[in-house]
């Protein structure tokens, strides 16, 4: 198991990767990276999600493309990735969507992003590089996935090798948000 030092490293050197190398990805670690979200926490066990993996040329430019602005000029990076995990938002079960209307809180927002989270973790404990995107256009996805109404698409992940410079982060000081006991 990872002790605190190595996961505190993993997540130091975790970034926003959007340049990706002309290399595919071993299929055994798309699968642990779709599995770590499949094992990911949620409120009331709900597991409101579905992760469809884009592989198939065709249509990983076809996804790449409904996550573009032109206009703003965003995204074109995600058509040089191997790999695109689409994150799909489900309904949750019933006691996490009475807790949703009790607590006035969409809990499988959360969930989804706890889901995201640990996939792009594990994909960096493979070697791997990504960016999560939440510029998309859930239409253009969802007719091209063949997604259910029953299901919104809220995030793209791109997934592959890069060249692993790492840049600069840039947070927030500790002690600006991190309290114990009282804000």
């Not at 058509?79 to 807790?99: F, H, M, Q, Y």
Request: aromatic share 6%.
């Amino acid at each position: 198991m990872i002790d605190g030092n190595g996961m505190l490293s993993l997540i130091k050197n975790r970034q926003s990767d959007r340049k990706y190398l002309d290399r595919p990805v071993e299929r055994e670690k798309i699968e642990r990276i779709a599995e770590a979200g499949r094992l990911s926490p949620s409120a009331c066990n709900g597991q409101p999600w579905h992760f469809i993996v884009v592989d198939e040329p065709s249509l990983r430019a076809e996804v790449a493309a409904a996550t573009e602005s032109k206009v703003l000029r965003m995204n074109s990076f995600v058509r040089d990735a191997p790999v695109l995990i689409v994150i799909v938002r489900e309904k949750s079960n019933l006691t996490s969507r009475a807790g949703d209307l009790i607590k006035q809180k969409d809990y499988s927002l959360m969930d989804v992003g706890i889901a995201t989270a640990s996939m792009v973790y594990q994909a960096a404990a493979e070697g791997l590089g990504t960016c999560i995107i939440g510029w998309v256009n859930d239409r253009r996805i969802r007719k091209v996935l063949s997604v259910p109404s029953s299901g919104k698409v809220e995030l793209v992940i791109s997934v592959g090798y890069t060249d692993n410079r790492l840049r600069d982060k840039s947070r927030k000081p500790p002690g600006e948000v991190i309290t114990f006991n009282k804000y």
